[in-house]
């Protein structure tokens, strides 16, 4: 057993992984970063509740944080799915009726469900810094916010809102602010203190333009690198701007079955699919090939769309992030998967055929461990 970090690394034989299977896909990861190339990219597999690996490629070290992006939704999912299962949530609830003045504009027939599983009908509602760094303009502007379609008829990646009011959600039935439940309740017992969130720049690593072949280039100013601008960073947007290492991402997912802090049934009932279908909106945005979703996950089920593996379970489920991350747990197999990374084309995606490929390999790679 050898200690990265803060933690223990069991090795793959004393957590169940295959050695060799392990190596193949370490070494996958070794060539990405060496041939993208990319500054650097961190990756964790644990089972069993215990790290197979943790390891770092590249510029940066076992200590270093990432911003999660969208593989940081698993974590909000986790934060929703512990107040289900404690019965101080129920998906069914009107979000009108949580959140006062939210009931405007058509939306009083909004459910939490509809806001974990995209579905809600305001994918774009408006919510920049500098508003979203105060409660009231964060309250005034849900009850501004007006429907794009009916609740329940759409299903779009609600990218610049969803997050947000879930946070508002946590906040009404804890009296803790999202940041506050999550590491009081969850990360802190845990003992995954790299993750958080609305922290200083200056404590992760920077994202870093992959293609910038001249210094008068600029990023595109939103999508992923919107979370460049440390004061946004600092503002904590729940479901791009948690931070952490992947050891502790990793270790998360074996949480919710194995630490006894989430019950069976609410995890079972997060990761169940509730629709299977092709996400409106660019593909850029999560549009292009069907999804299945959770709530707030997206699952494999049969098609395994959503950037994540083909090679798990059909219950497989987690995240994938900009522009190379992903996240998983599959809980046939126990394992869990994260891979980190602070590369980014200027675009901030990366739909090209060769990063593409080089993702899809290092899931399938990822899933077939046991």
Same mark, same amino acid.
């Given at each position: 057993?050898?200690?990265?970090?803060?933690?223990?690394?069991?090795?793959?034989?004393?957590?169940?992984?295959?050695?060799?299977?392990?190596?193949?896909?370490?070494?996958?990861?070794?060539?990405?970063?060496?041939?993208?190339?990319?500054?650097?990219?961190?990756? /964790?597999?644990?089972?069993?509740?215990?790290? !197979?690996?943790?390891?770092?490629?590249?510029?940066?070290?076992?200590?270093?944080?990432?911003?999660?992006?969208?593989?940081?939704?698993?974590?909000?999912?986790?934060?929703?799915?512990?107040?289900?299962?404690?019965?101080?949530?129920?998906?069914?609830?009107?979000?009108?009726?949580?959140?006062?003045?939210?009931?405007?504009?058509?939306?009083?027939?909004?459910?939490?469900?509809?806001?974990?599983?995209?579905? !809600?009908?305001?994918?774009?509602?408006?919510?920049?810094?500098?508003?979203?760094?105060?409660?009231?303009?964060?309250?005034?502007?849900?009850?501004?916010?007006?429907?794009?379609?009916?609740?329940?008829?759409?299903?779009?990646?609600?990218?610049?809102?969803?997050?947000?009011?879930?946070?508002?959600?946590?906040?009404?039935?804890? #009296?803790?602010?999202?940041?506050?439940?999550?590491?009081?309740?969850?990360?802190?017992?845990?003992?995954?203190?790299?993750?958080?969130?609305?922290?200083?720049?200056?404590?992760?690593?920077?994202?870093?333009?992959?293609?910038?072949?001249?210094?008068?280039?600029?990023?595109?100013?939103?999508?992923?690198?919107?979370?460049?601008?440390?004061?946004?960073?600092?503002?904590?947007?729940?479901?791009? &701007?948690?931070?952490?290492?992947?050891?502790?991402?990793?270790?998360?997912?074996?949480?919710?079955?194995?630490?006894?802090?989430?019950? /069976?049934?609410?995890? !079972?009932?997060?990761?169940?699919?509730?629709?299977?279908?092709?996400?409106?909106?660019?593909?850029?945005?999560?549009?292009?090939?069907?999804?299945?979703?959770?709530?707030?996950?997206?699952?494999?089920?049969?098609?395994?769309?959503? #950037?994540?593996?083909?090679?798990?379970?059909?219950?497989?489920?987690?995240?994938?992030?900009?522009?190379?991350?992903?996240?998983?747990?599959?809980?046939?197999?126990?394992?869990?998967? &994260?891979?980190?990374?602070?590369?980014?084309?200027?675009?901030?995606?990366?739909?090209?055929?060769?990063?593409?490929?080089?993702?899809?390999?290092?899931?399938?790679?990822?899933?077939?461990?046991?």
């Amino acid at each position: 057993m050898t200690e990265v970090g803060q933690h223990e690394v069991a090795g793959p034989a004393a957590a169940g992984v295959d050695p060799g299977r392990l190596g193949v896909l370490l070494g996958r990861i070794r060539q990405a970063v060496a041939e993208m190339p990319l500054p650097s990219m961190q990756v /964790a597999v644990a089972r069993d509740g215990r790290l !197979a690996a943790f390891e770092t490629f590249g510029d940066a070290t076992g200590r270093d944080r990432y911003v999660l992006q969208s593989v940081g939704r698993s974590i909000v999912a986790g934060v929703v799915w512990h107040l289900v299962g404690a019965g101080r949530l129920d998906v069914r609830e009107r979000v009108g009726e949580i959140v006062p003045g939210f009931g405007t504009n058509g939306k009083d027939a909004v459910t939490v469900e509809h806001v974990l599983t995209h579905t !809600a009908g305001f994918p774009f509602a408006p919510l920049g810094y500098p508003k979203m760094v105060d409660r009231e303009q964060r309250l005034a502007a849900f009850a501004r916010w007006r429907l794009d379609s009916p609740p329940g008829t759409r299903f779009q990646f609600h990218l610049t809102s969803a997050a947000w009011l879930i946070g508002e959600i946590v906040h009404r039935r804890t #009296g803790l602010t999202f940041a506050e439940y999550l590491r009081t309740e969850l990360t802190g017992p845990l003992g995954l203190s790299s993750l958080d969130l609305g922290v200083p720049a200056d404590t992760v690593l920077p994202m870093i333009a992959t293609d910038r072949t001249g210094d008068d280039q600029e990023p595109d100013p939103w999508g992923p690198w919107y979370l460049s601008d440390p004061r946004v960073l600092a503002a904590g947007e729940p479901s791009h &701007a948690l931070v952490g290492t992947a050891a502790d991402v990793a270790l998360f997912f074996q949480a919710l079955v194995h630490s006894g802090r989430w019950t /069976a049934d609410a995890v !079972a009932q997060g990761s169940r699919i509730r629709l299977t279908e092709r996400p409106a909106g660019e593909e850029a945005y999560g549009g292009g090939t069907p999804v299945s979703m959770g709530l707030f996950v997206t699952v494999a089920g049969r098609d395994a769309g959503g #950037g994540l593996p083909s090679t798990g379970s059909p219950a497989l489920f987690g995240n994938s992030g900009a522009a190379y991350q992903l996240g998983f747990l599959d809980p046939v197999s126990d394992v869990s998967f &994260a891979l980190l990374c602070n590369g980014y084309p200027l675009a901030g995606y990366d739909l090209s055929v060769r990063g593409r490929a080089m993702l899809r390999t290092i899931a399938d790679l990822a899933a077939n461990l046991t």
